[in-house]
């Protein structure tokens, strides 16, 4: 059971930090736990982890991708990080044969997706991560809400052979979960219940999808809010119950809205249920340089723009 | 250990046969050195394939399957008849090798370079958990075009992975072409040197040169170590030998044809007078 943390203006622990302790408790209790790294150990805090279970390739994220298939075909788990652009596209084929086509267990973490990438600017900007991840047969993808989701994602991958990646902001992002809150991999969580419209949302984006559905309810237009933190499998089933009861969907994601949550939602809808849909999202654009505030306006994904295009279908 | 190589050797050219066409070329430049490994150097169990303690093989040069698969065959992973089922739908054994498919292929490989890395990372597992089981990595010339090859073996040196050798098939042509008309490799030996390499070559075609040096650079601690084979396309047939498109050749002409089933007639003959030896 999910809960919503009392305090949602409070900012949680550094993801990054989340990923390496979590993943310092799991090699502690099995050493088959192996964590991989691109020369960016220090941005990701991956420095900190159990010497024994590190190995740092180098700026190599093709061979990274192959040494820890490698390393699964003789037992061990690989958890990978690297900025979420060359986490994906930089090594999509080693990905999709060594990975996917080879049957090994890839764990992934890209991290800074979409806006968040900040001042690295478009190089180092991925709106396509969860697009290009979506096209391997079999692969799990999950875009974390928040420090406690989070958590249960890195634990969850270990136990999910096969390629998973998962996406998150290196820096602490605004709460959204009490801390006992459960999840399950696959299953959406519905925040909260209204009958006018749905707001399905995924990653940092959740916390400003709540604020959204706050702001609509002081006009008296009551959302429901969906965390579709698992993109992939898509809870389908969710979907079809929120088409059903309440027929206009919103989805809302830090990606380009071709081949992501949007894409999935709409893909699943046009030959399962009807419903009013509309993506917000990046729409045929590159990313740029600017601070992540600057950039989420930039995009319309801050709180104000999601507003004004969730009102554009009431 | 001759026996083998010729039956390798006869096996590949009949799978050519039933298959009408096939990537003859690098597949006969490795027959020496898959009859030295399989029939002396690796340590394996053909009854339990998965067996933990084995010697790994990564043939990264993936097109050059149905050598491997001819090389399984005779030690036993699989029954010979296989080998007339290559790249029919459904089939376990594919032009390129799978892992999930057949007994006895440890990594699945075909996208050039990829097998490297992930030869480098089994290597690095198996060095974590202290087995002493060995990684066998065959590449080709051409295929060190692709820049993972030096990402891989910038890793393997760096990290002293002396139980993965990385073996390099110098047979000189790529599918266009000589490689030093498509993209000149230069000096590979010296390069593999340069990259922090323990390395040796040999003739590619001489059993005994292969196992020597082999057996040598296994000896090798604390630097990663590479033996480049000197080796001809189609090597072992000096029809196919000549033949200027060899890398993959089909048998849809006279000519072609008859030296393939002269080619199959005399090996048949030499592994009989072996057998009566």
């Known amino acids: 059971m999910s809960k919503l943390t009392s305090n949602r203006e409070e900012f949680g622990k550094e993801l990054r930090q989340v990923v390496v302790e979590t993943l310092n408790e799991m090699i502690e209790k099995d050493p088959t736990v192996v964590a991989l790294e691109a020369d960016l150990g220090g941005a990701s805090g991956f420095s900190k982890i159990a010497k024994e279970n590190l190995i740092n390739v180098g700026i190599a994220e093709a061979n990274m991708v192959g040494v820890a298939s490698g390393l699964n075909l003789t037992g061990f ?6 900025f979420s652009p060359f986490a994906t596209r930089r090594a999509f084929d080693q990905l999709y044969l060594s990975g996917g086509y080879s049957d090994t267990h890839l764990n992934i973490y ?3 997706p979409g806006f968040t990438a900040g001042v690295n600017g478009g190089t180092h900007t991925s709106y396509e991560d969860v697009a290009l991840m979506r096209m391997i047969p079999n692969s799990v993808i999950c875009d974390a809400a928040d420090e406690v989701q989070l958590k249960f994602i890195v634990q969850a991958f270990k136990e999910r052979c096969g390629v ?3 996406r998150a902001n290196r820096k602490a992002v605004r709460k959204v979960y009490q801390q006992d809150s459960e999840f399950e991999l696959g299953k959406g969580v519905v925040l909260r219940t209204g009958e006018d419209v749905a707001l399905i949302a995924s990653g940092q984006l959740v916390s400003q999808t709540l604020d959204v559905a706050e702001k609509l309810a002081t006009e008296g237009i009551q959302a429901t809010v969906i965390d579709m933190f698992t993109v992939k499998p898509i809870d389908k089933e969710l979907i079809l119950k929120t088409a059903q009861e309440i027929g206009k969907i919103v989805t809302i994601e830090n990606h380009s809205i071709y081949g992501g949550l949007g894409s999935s939602v709409a893909e699943f809808l046009a030959e399962n249920g009807k419903a009013t849909l509309k993506r917000i999202g990046v729409d045929e654009r590159f990313g740029q340089v600017g601070t ?8 319309g994904l801050d709180m104000l723009s999601i507003y004004q295009k969730v009102k554009e279908i009431l | 250990m001759e026996k083998l190589r010729d039956t390798i050797r006869l096996d590949v050219l009949k799978t050519l046969k039933t298959m009408g066409y096939g ?5 006969l430049s490795i027959v020496e050195l898959l009859a030295a490994l ?13 067996w933990e303690e084995r010697d790994r093989l990564v043939l990264s040069k993936g097109h050059a399957g149905i050598a491997l698969y001819a090389t399984l065959a005779n030690a036993g992973f699989f029954p010979k008849d296989w080998l007339d089922t290559v790249n029919v739908g459904g089939t376990n054994l594919p032009s390129h090798p799978d892992r999930l498919k057949t007994a006895g292929v440890d990594v699945t490989t075909g996208s050039l370079g990829q097998g490297t890395s992930i030869a480098a990372g089994i290597a690095y597992g198996l060095k974590m958990k202290k087995s002493s089981a060995f990684t066998y990595l065959i ?6 075009n692709e820049g993972q090859c030096w990402e891989a073996f910038q890793f393997i040196a760096h990290n002293q992975l002396d139980n993965c050798l990385v073996i390099i098939d110098e047979n000189k042509k790529q599918l266009d072409g000589r490689t030093k008309d498509i993209l000149n490799p230069f000096d590979i030996q010296e390069k593999m040197r340069a990259f922090g390499f323990t390395t040796q070559k040999v003739d590619g075609s001489d059993l005994s040169s292969i196992q020597k040096a082999i057996h040598e650079l296994k000896q090798v601690k604390n630097s990663a170590i590479a033996l480049v084979l000197d080796t001809t396309k189609g090597q072992g047939i000096p029809y196919f030998e000549e033949l200027s498109d060899n890398h993959s050749v089909k048998f849809d002409n006279e000519e072609n044809r008859l030296a393939l089933e002269k080619a199959i007639e005399e090996l048949e003959v030499r592994i009989n007078e072996q057998t009566n030896e």
């Open chain 1, 77 to 82: 788990v690989p958890y990978l990080h690297t």
């Open chain 1, 110 to 112: 890209g991290s800074d």
């Open chain 1, 164 to 166: 998973n990646y998962f």
């Open chain 1, 292 to 299: 992540p505030d600057f950039l989420q306006k930039e995009y």
């Open chain 2, 23 to 27: 990537h003859l070329g690098g597949a």
């Open chain 2, 38 to 50: 399989y029939g002396s150097e690796m340590k394996f169990d053909a009854k339990n394939p998965s």
């Open chain 2, 139 to 144: 590449c080709g010339d051409g295929e060190l």
